[in-house]
């Protein structure tokens, strides 16, 4: 992975996690899903990293802050923000040109209402 896409993999968390801390539900990570998690174990497997498997949870890698695990460790879920947030233009446009920037795809949802 080129050290572009790591930083804007770094980014697009940081962008999207302000998203998820001010969202209305009472469970701000809900989005969140057990199956990336299942991904981001497998994919690392044999590469010498781990993160701590809280395996009791609904989301494994949801620490108290958000996911545990670096960005660029976890490009299949890092991008993902509810598509009602894309109706603020400024956060728009910098989520695709760091999605593009990452050599990701945007992943959202209108159905969840955030």
């Known amino acids: 992975m ?3 896409q790591i930083n804007a993999l770094r980014k697009i968390a940081e962008l999207t ?3 998820c801390e001010t969202c209305p539900t009472t469970d701000k990570y809900r989005c969140c899903d057990r199956l990336f998690c299942n991904f981001v174990r497998k994919y690392h497997v044999g590469k010498g990293i781990e993160y701590p498997w809280f395996g009791k949870q609904e989301v494994p890698f949801m620490g108290d802050n958000g996911c545990i695990v670096k960005p660029e460790h976890r490009p299949f ?4 923000v ?3 947030h894309l ?3 400024k956060f728009k446009k910098k989520y695709f040109h760091l999605c593009n920037k990452a050599d990701i795809l945007p992943q959202t949802n ?3 209402g955030c």
């Not at 879920?77 to 993902?80: I, T």
């Open 110 to 112: 209108e159905t969840l």
């Open 17 to 19: 996690k302000t998203k």
């Open 77 to 80: 879920c890092v991008g993902y």
């Open 2 to 4: 080129r050290e572009g």
């Open 87 to 89: 109706k603020d233009r």
């Open 82 to 84: 509810c598509g009602s």
